[in-house]
């Protein structure tokens, strides 16, 4: 079963680093993608506990459906590009693709709980296998966004339109 929450204590703060905000209700600054925020102190967010008094409303609400403590423990084995900067991009772009993976499979999730009829149930159970392989790799998340599989997968949710309640 994958996990589709957030564990930040098992990631190395990919969101802090890959995503970009703009200064307004949500954040407080704006931050390109791809940088270190500013309030990171080490692993961790220096204004955790009080980020909604500090104007970061954005950070607290963000959810990365699991995808970064995955990137970190299993795509790259539990390092850090903290500890290793080169692995700084390959993060970054594994956190992008698996941001989509598990993005897709929570949708697929969601979709399970509808009257599905048999062939559909097939497709919607086949599909989910193709995104959950025995284990990502760099290579492998490389692969998955430049294959057919997210449009397949987007086009098969567009096809359960007639089973919304
Ligand atoms: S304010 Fe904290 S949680 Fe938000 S991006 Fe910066 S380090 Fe991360």
């Known amino acids: 079963m994958i996990n589709l ?6 990631c190395a703060a990919l969101c802090c680093v890959a995503l970009a905000f703009d ?11 791809g940088v270190p925020c500013q309030h990171l102190k080490g692993p961790l967010c220096g204004i955790h506990a009080d980020l909604e008094n500090q104007g970061h ?12 403590q995955r990137v970190v423990q299993e795509v790259f ?11 700084l991009g390959p993060m970054l772009e594994a956190f992008s693709q698996m941001r ?5 499979v929570s949708l697929l999730t ?11 149930r097939v497709e919607l159970e086949t599909l989910m296998a193709e995104l959950c392989p025995e284990g990502w790799t760099p290579d492998a998340l490389a692969h998955f966004e430049r294959s057919n599989l997210p449009k397949a997968v987007r086009a098969f949710l567009r096809s359960l339109k007639a089973f919304l309640p």
């Open 5 to 10: 929450t957030s564990d930040c204590k098992n």
């Open 23 to 33: 200064k307004g209700e949500m954040f407080a600054f704006d931050k390109p993608a």
């Open 57 to 68: 409303r954005g950070c607290v609400q963000y959810q990365c459906d699991g995808a970064g």
């Open 77 to 87: 084995a539990g390092q850090s590009w903290q500890d290793t900067p080169v692995l």
């Open 100 to 104: 989509q993976v598990h993005g897709l």
């Open 110 to 120: 969601t979709a399970k709980a509808l009257p599905l009829p048999e062939a559909k």
